[in-house]
């Protein structure tokens, strides 16, 4: 949830920054993007770094894990397929 959360303040800075730059000053949308890119970066990097880090547990938590898991019926298969194999042997 952590994540979520960083990812829409992030997007919010990049727009508070973005749309004044692009309407009110008239800047090419290019430029105006990624003066916003660079400035949002360095706010959330300073200023939202313990919310960085509890994103960056969240996502270590979802796609951390070694090996994929296996359901009982994956393991029966292949020890079925391990039996066949040591009997051709």
């Not at 919010?12 to 105006?32: D, E, G, K, N, S």
């Not at 894990?65 to 397929?81: F, G, H, I, V």
Request: hydrophobic share 55%; no cysteine; glycine share 4%.
């Amino acid at each position: 949830m952590q994540f979520f959360k960083y990812t829409v303040i992030r997007l919010a800075l990049f727009f508070v920054v973005f749309l004044p730059l692009l309407f009110l000053l008239q800047w090419p949308l290019y430029t105006a993007g990624l003066v916003a890119l660079v400035i949002a970066f360095a706010v959330s990097y300073l200023f939202l770094n313990k919310m960085r880090l509890a994103a960056n547990a969240d996502v270590q938590r979802v796609f951390g894990s070694k090996a994929p898991k296996k359901s009982k019926r994956n393991l029966e298969d292949e020890e079925a397929e391990d039996r066949f194999l040591d009997g051709e042997k």
